[in-house]
T-cell receptor
Framework: AQKITQTQPGMFVQEKEAVTLDCTYD???????LFWYKQPSSGEMIFLIY??????QNATEGRYSLNFQKARKSANLVISASQLGDSAMYFC?????????????FGTGTRLQVTL | EPEVTQTPSHQVTQMGQEVILRCVPI?????FYWYRQILGQKVEFLVS????????KSEIFDDQFSVERPDGSNFTLKIRSTKLEDSAMYFC?????????????FGPGTRLTVL
């Protein structure tokens, strides 16, 4: 089974609108972290936001927020007031509390296109 | 703001040649990682490194790959005899510790093209 599933290969949103990018995860580990990264066309991976499995509140960072539904094992990224510069690939990733240096496991990504 | 740097940004090599990809992690970080992303695919973990030893490696990280921290700042990935299928973007990342709560910060990547 996939550990991280992003079911939306591509999304369109109009400038200034909000958009939700879906992410579901699968783990039997009670301790884990969920991360979102942005990859613009230039290729770098930019950290956006983090949610811990024991966090009671949804994480927020500026225009980014994470809709964390633990029972459903989902961690959707919400981008409010979209800007043209938000056009990029977005990856959801999980870090479990296993192994000696807990690697990140990534989903397949969602390509977001912001339109005028 | 501190950042992870990688050189070169793009490397073109012939099949069978050795390549070394270089990374300078964030200075107070102790854990280092290499990931790769084949064009159009997801990012895959290769190896993690701590205290001058490999902590964990994936099945992709076979005998043709090696990592080294030759001095106090650089972290390198060597591919001994490149294959066409090694063509990918290679990302270096670093984190302060190994905790699942800790963020891994990525470098800008090296795009490796094997001809």
């Amino acid at each position: 089974a996939q550990k991280i599933t992003q079911t939306q290969p591509g999304m369109f949103v109009q400038e200034k609108e909000a958009v939700t990018l879906d992410c579901t995860y699968d783990t039997s580990d009670p301790s884990y972290g969920l991360f979102w990264y942005k990859q613009p066309s230039s290729g770098e991976m930019i950290f956006l936001i983090y949610q811990g499995s024991y966090d009671q509140q949804n994480a927020t960072e500026g225009r980014y927020s994470l809709n964390f539904q633990k029972a459903r094992k989902s961690a959707n990224l919400v981008i409010s007031a979209s800007q043209l510069g938000d056009s990029a690939m977005y990856f959801c990733a999980m870090r479990e509390n296993t192994g000696t240096a807990s690697k990140l496991t990534f989903g397949t990504g969602t390509r977001l296109q912001v339109t005028l | 703001e501190p950042e992870v740097t990688q050189t070169p940004s793009h490397q073109v090599t012939q099949m069978g040649q050795e390549v070394i990809l270089r990374c300078v992690p964030i200075s107070n970080h102790l854990y280092f990682y290499w990931y790769r992303q084949i064009l159009g695919q997801k990012v895959e973990f290769l190896v993690s490194f701590y205290n001058n030893e490999i902590s964990e490696k994936s099945e992709i990280f076979d005998d043709q790959f090696s990592v080294e921290r030759p001095d106090g700042s650089n972290f390198t990935l060597k591919i001994r005899s490149t294959k066409l299928e090694d063509s990918a973007m290679y990302f270096c990342a670093s984190s302060v510790d190994r905790s699942y709560t800790d963020t891994q910060y990525f470098g800008p990547g090296t795009r490796l093209t094997v001809l």
